[in-house]
């Protein structure tokens, strides 16, 4: 079972409104499980900024033991000596980061049932389903699918890691987990977080 999904941190600096290594350390010491380095969308760095960032955030991981993921940036992965790669359906494919990259966690997001039949499921570590809820914080999100999709996801794969994705919350972590999640992964709900500690802890 992948217990590192359990409490799975996504960030880049777009969703910050502070320092993100301030954010990230507050968030290890409050009990993460995984960071997953996902620099993307309006106001995200790029060059030789976001290297400089991913290599401060992946210092701070490595201090930590916290397993280190890039969102799609597979140019990256070597460079910032990642422990996993995570990719949409319309990233690079699954089979040939396999190839390229065996030793390392890889995650697919799935978000519906003609996406699942298309996915080469057993080459993956983990799957990211969702958006379960309404998320605002991707701009090309696609429509929530509710904790049903969990259900369906475990059912149809008993021993499936599975981690929750899209507008997950303190108030909303548990109904994710009750569907059959093996955990949640949150962007907003830390970042924007008043009290990162209570936070994570209510995930």
Same mark, same amino acid.
């Given at each position: 079972?992948?217990?590192?999904?359990?409490?799975?941190?996504?960030?880049?600096?777009?969703?910050?409104?502070?320092?993100?290594?301030?954010?990230?350390?507050?968030?290890? *010491?409050?009990?993460?499980?995984?960071?997953?380095?996902?620099?993307?969308?309006?106001?995200?760095? /790029?060059?030789? *900024?976001?290297?400089?960032?991913?290599?401060?955030?992946?210092?701070?991981?490595?201090?930590?033991?916290?397993?280190?993921?890039?969102?799609?940036?597979?140019?990256?992965?070597?460079?910032?000596?990642?422990?996993?790669?995570?990719?949409?359906?319309?990233?690079?494919?699954? *089979?040939?980061?396999?190839?390229?990259?065996?030793?390392?966690?890889?995650?697919? /997001?799935?978000?519906?049932?003609?996406?699942?039949?298309? =996915?080469?499921?057993?080459?993956?570590?983990?799957?990211?389903?969702?958006?379960?809820?309404?998320? /605002?914080?991707?701009?090309?999100?696609?429509?929530?699918?509710?904790?049903?999709?969990?259900?369906?996801?475990?059912?149809?794969?008993?021993?499936?890691?599975?981690?929750?994705?899209?507008?997950?919350?303190?108030?909303?972590? =548990?109904?994710?987990?009750?569907?059959?999640?093996?955990?949640?992964?949150?962007?907003? *709900?830390?970042?924007?977080?008043?009290?990162?500690?209570?936070?994570?802890?209510?995930?």
């Amino acid at each position: 079972m992948a217990n590192y999904l359990r409490k799975y941190f996504i960030m880049g600096s777009q969703n910050c409104n502070r320092d993100p290594e301030k954010i990230l350390t507050e968030a290890i *010491a409050a009990g993460i499980t995984a960071f997953q380095f996902r620099e993307k969308g309006n106001g995200s760095l /790029s060059g030789e *900024a976001k290297i400089t960032l991913g290599k401060k955030l992946r210092e701070i991981c490595r201090q930590y033991t916290i397993p280190f993921f890039i969102n799609d940036d597979v140019e990256l992965a070597s460079v910032l000596e990642v422990d996993g790669i995570h990719v949409g359906q319309d990233d690079t494919s699954v *089979a040939r980061l396999r190839v390229k990259f065996p030793n390392l966690e890889l995650g697919l /997001s799935v978000s519906n049932e003609e996406e699942f039949k298309k =996915s080469p499921i057993h080459l993956v570590d983990y799957v990211g389903a969702g958006p379960i809820f309404t998320t /605002s914080t991707k701009d090309d999100a696609k429509p929530a699918v509710g904790t049903e999709w969990i259900t369906f996801l475990r059912n149809k794969h008993r021993h499936l890691p599975i981690v929750g994705i899209g507008g997950i919350n303190e108030i909303n972590a =548990s109904q994710v987990m009750e569907a059959g999640a093996n955990g949640v992964a949150v962007i907003s *709900a830390i970042t924007k977080a008043q009290n990162i500690k209570e936070v994570v802890k209510s995930l």
